[in-house]
């Protein structure tokens, strides 16, 4: 088994501002990415089937030119074609619109017969349902994350440590969203689950950062060290089993663990910068200028 071994940083070189600025900066950038994708979407990030409604189809791949005859075989554009070399098919998916039939799946498996396409399973989802699911989701997340921030502030009944790492907590969540959105990652119930994985691992980190500082014995920098000597082992090993399930599960072509390996090593990448960074900035702050005031 191999230690890793953290090295202990030397927080007196830099000042409040100067560690603050990067975490805030991946923030602001974050921000403008989800904005300018809802200005242009109308939604934060790319919706999936489940929030959308529309259907699915499972085409055969009977080592013919596959790809050509998905291409000419519809009457409407394929919004996604992508190949399962594992399952030996391809995933094609139709968004619903407002002048989808109800018939709109036997309308696709139709013209996909046409083309001598040969179709395993077909998937629909109602834009109605799918606006349910949406809508649940959102309150699922809203819920955990509201729920998160009282038991912080149950616990340490201080304001700025409180706010550290719920700040923290919020910006680990925000940053593996814009992520999903450049790297074309849509969200789903399975990436919707990766984001409330974030949110746990963020207050473990954090949680155990500002219990070393506010609550055992110790100068404050050796407090920030000894904490950093556990979490950011925690985080490196978490980090290399979520990077392995993320190529293991592209190589078989599975889509879900692929994704949700990339947005918890992007969300735990964030929770190193977000927990070394800016909540130690906001405890320092408060250790040795707030308490003062």
């Known amino acids: 088994m191999v230690a890793i071994e953290v090295p202990e940083v030397n927080y007196t070189e830099y000042s409040n501002r100067q560690l603050v600025a990067i975490p805030l900066a991946v923030l602001v950038l974050a921000l403008a990415i989800i904005g300018g994708w809802f200005l242009v979407t109308g939604a934060p990030a790319n919706l999936g089937l489940e929030f959308t409604g529309g259907v699915e189809l499972r085409i055969a791949d009977d080592g013919g030119d596959v790809e050509q005859?998905?291409?000419?075989?519809?009457?409407?554009?394929?919004?996604?074609?992508r190949s399962i070399p594992a399952d030996d098919v391809y995933v094609v998916t139709f968004r619903a619109a407002d002048?989808?039939?109800?018939?709109?799946?036997?309308?696709?498996?139709?013209?996909?017969e046409e083309a001598g396409l040969s179709t395993n399973a077909i998937d629909q989802v109602s834009p109605s349902f799918a606006s349910d699911t949406a809508r649940t989701a959102i309150i699922g997340v809203a819920l955990a994350f509201l729920g998160m921030s009282v038991l912080v502030f149950a616990m340490f009944r201080t304001f700025v440590p409180s706010l550290a790492?719920?700040?923290?907590a919020f910006s680990d969540l925000v940053v593996p969203i814009a992520v999903m959105n450049l790297l074309g990652i849509q969200m789903t119930l399975g990436t919707i689950a990766?984001?409330?994985?974030?949110?746990g691992y963020s207050v473990d980190s954090d949680i155990l950062l500002n219990n070393s500082v506010l609550r055992r014995t110790g100068e404050f920098y050796e407090s920030v060290n000894r904490a950093m000597r556990t979490g950011v082992t925690m985080t490196l090993t978490s980090m290399a089993a979520m990077i392995v399930m993320a190529i293991v599960a592209a190589l078989f072509g599975v889509d879900l663990l692929r994704n949700i390996g990339i947005i918890l090593s992007v969300g735990l990448c964030a929770d190193l910068m977000n927990t070394y960074l800016l909540n130690v900035s906001l405890l320092r702050w408060y250790k040795f200028e707030g308490v003062k005031r």
């Open 69 to 81: 005859q998905i291409e000419t075989a519809f009457d409407r554009q394929p919004d996604s074609v």
């Open 165 to 168: 790492v719920v700040a923290s």
């Open 194 to 199: 990766a984001l409330l994985m974030i949110i």
């Open 99 to 112: 002048e989808d039939p109800e018939g709109l799946a036997n309308d696709l498996s139709t013209q996909a």
